[in-house]
């Protein structure tokens, strides 16, 4: 199991593919395995992907401390330098998209371009999760009820219609049973998300951004991606149609696609307009 130590804590991480290195943060109790195989063997035939688990989370070791999205970036950038990798294209999803954005913020000279999914700004303009449905997570979750926690979770993370299919939620429940999140790491996961903003420095980015959004996010409304695609400049939108907030899961090829799209669009003159296209 491949281990990196960084600033003296042990994080899981995994590689596979080959290509321009592309680093993939996951979001709020989410692991190496939330990513998918579905999508992941999309993408592996044009990056080398690092997939890794935050501290705390996975096979990752946690210290008990209290932590911010700055820290989870720093942990990012670490994991980076014990890999060798120089620069990498970066792609976070919700929580993840938070500290990607910490990340090329802090350190874009080592952002070859990036990808911001189901993610969050904060500041004026921002929706954070509306407080009925963080109740039904809280709920569920301290219930003790790992099934009903689980069915919970996949609810309000999916569009209605996909939720609906039986075999869906069976794909989804052995991969998060797996490697559940423990309750105080996700507390803290919650609290650093509810302090993030990064809103007043994202028109200072100067990295290829493209964001990514569902129509049908309940966790973070898809205003969120049209705000943050409106603060860095030239920045581009795709959102995705009848889609919730686990859009890799629910359309992998699409979001892997949008992926490769945004990296050959570098190469382009015209891959600095910022655009916005609604996706089938």
């Known amino acids: 199991m491949p281990i990196a ?19 993939l943060i996951q979001g709020l109790s989410g692991t190496h395995l939330s990513w998918g195989e ?22 990752s070791a946690g210290d008990g401390g209290p932590f911010s999205i700055a820290d989870l970036a720093a942990d990012a950038v670490g994991l980076l330098d014990k890999l060798g990798i120089e620069r990498a294209h970066v792609m976070g999803v919700s929580m993840g998209g938070m500290v990607a954005q910490e990340l090329a913020l802090g350190h874009s000279g080592r952002v070859l371009s990036l990808t911001l999914g189901c ?50 939620y069976q794909a989804f429940r052995e991969m998060a049973s797996q490697l559940p999140a423990p309750i105080p790491v996700l507390l803290q996961q919650m609290q650093a998300t509810l302090v993030h903003d990064t809103s007043a420095r994202l ?14 996010d309940q966790m973070l409304d898809l205003s969120n991606g049209r ?5 860095i400049p030239g ?5 995705l149609e ?5 859009f890799w899961w629910e359309r992998p090829h699409d979001s892997a696609e949008l992926a490769r799209d945004h990296v050959a669009r570098l190469t382009s003159p015209a891959s600095r307009k910022p655009t916005l296209e609604p996706a089938a």
């Open 5 to 23: 130590c960084v600033d003296g804590r042990d994080l899981h991480y995994e590689t596979r593919g080959s290509g321009d290195p592309l680093l």
């Open 38 to 59: 579905l999508f992941l063997g999309e993408l592996e035939r044009d990056f080398q992907l690092i997939a890794y688990d935050h501290r705390g989370i996975g096979f």
């Open 119 to 168: 993610t969050y700004a904060g500041g004026e303009g921002s929706r954070l999760t509306d407080q009925a449905v963080i109740q039904r997570l809280m709920t569920a979750s301290l219930s003790g009820d790992r099934e009903l926690a689980l069915r919970t979770g996949w609810e309000v993370n999916t569009s209605a219609a996909f939720a609906a299919e039986p075999a869906n």
């Open 203 to 216: 028109p200072s980015l100067d990295v290829p951004t493209l964001v990514v959004h569902g129509d049908e």
């Open 227 to 231: 705000h943050i695609a409106g603060l």
């Open 235 to 239: 920045a581009r939108v795709r959102i």
């Open 242 to 246: 009848r889609t919730g907030h686990l």
